[in-house]
């Protein structure tokens, strides 16, 4: 089954506004990462939190990292059309090896012109 | 550095049948992992290649195999098809390094009819 949970599974915005993304995992973790995927096609890898920080940015993009509450988000501000995408949140649970990475069920992001 | 590549991209298999799915890595990777997506169970880690030895495995049955060669290019292998098979396939590499970034292919899409 899947560790992690991602809210909302969808969401609409205008070209221009900021996204946020949310997701939950129930094990403790050495990283978590995020990852967006094009209409089926492989993954890009965005950005890696590792669980002693708590925040980080990436050009337009924030995360944010609570290992209280198990849970991370990812904010990508000034959207453009091509963040388009389904975004998904990635952990490597702690003894389960680096490259076991448990995905969320992804977030699927529209941005409207 | 070229990217992951993965062959065949799109595949059509019926029930029963066989099927080998091939992944290069990046030059210079050494760890290879697959995973299985579909709409219903999302992304699910099949198991992870490391210098020719499988070092860590999922929860498939074991119609699901794989192997690495010297070169680091790595296969799976689904024996028995079945309907639920039908998924996209994406293979990662990660390098020496122990850096936990996962760089992913494009996928190969099978289609079990």
């Known amino acids: 089954s899947q560790q992690g949970e991602e809210d909302p599974q969808a969401l609409s915005i205008q070209e221009g506004e900021n996204a946020t993304m949310n997701c939950s995992y129930k094990?403790?973790?050495?990283?978590l990462q995020w990852y967006r995927q094009n209409s089926g096609r492989g993954l890009v890898h965005l950005i890696l939190?590792?669980?002693?920080?708590r925040e980080k940015h990436s050009g337009r993009l924030r995360v944010t990292l609570d290992t209280s509450k198990k849970s991370s988000s990812l904010l990508i501000t000034a959207s453009r059309a091509a963040d388009t995408a389904s975004y998904f949140c990635?952990?490597?649970?702690?003894?389960?090896?680096?490259?076991?990475?448990?995905f969320g069920q992804g977030t699927r992001l529209t941005i409207n012109p | 550095k070229a990217g992951v590549t993965q062959t065949p991209r799109y595949l059509i298999k019926t029930r029963g049948q066989q099927v080998t799915l091939s992944c290069s890595p990046i030059?210079?990777?050494?760890?290879v992992s697959w995973y299985q997506q579909t709409p219903g169970q999302g992304l699910q880690f099949l198991f992870e290649?490391?210098?020719?030895?499988?070092?860590n495995k999922g929860n498939f049955p074991g119609r699901f195999s794989g192997r690495q060669f010297s070169n680091s290019r790595s296969e799976m292998n689904v024996s028995t098809l079945e309907l639920g098979d039908s998924a996209l396939y994406l293979c990662?590499?990660?390098?020496?390094?122990?850096?936990?970034?996962?760089?992913f292919g494009p996928g190969t899409r099978l289609l079990v009819l």
């Open positions: 939190i590792r669980s002693n920080e």
């Open positions: 990635a952990t490597d649970g702690i003894g389960q090896g680096a490259q076991k990475l448990v």
């Open positions: 290649y490391f210098s020719e030895t499988q070092r």
């Open positions: 990662a590499s990660t390098s020496i390094s122990g850096q936990e970034t996962q760089y």
């Open positions: 094990t403790s973790i050495n990283n």
């Open positions: 030059s210079g990777h050494r760890s």
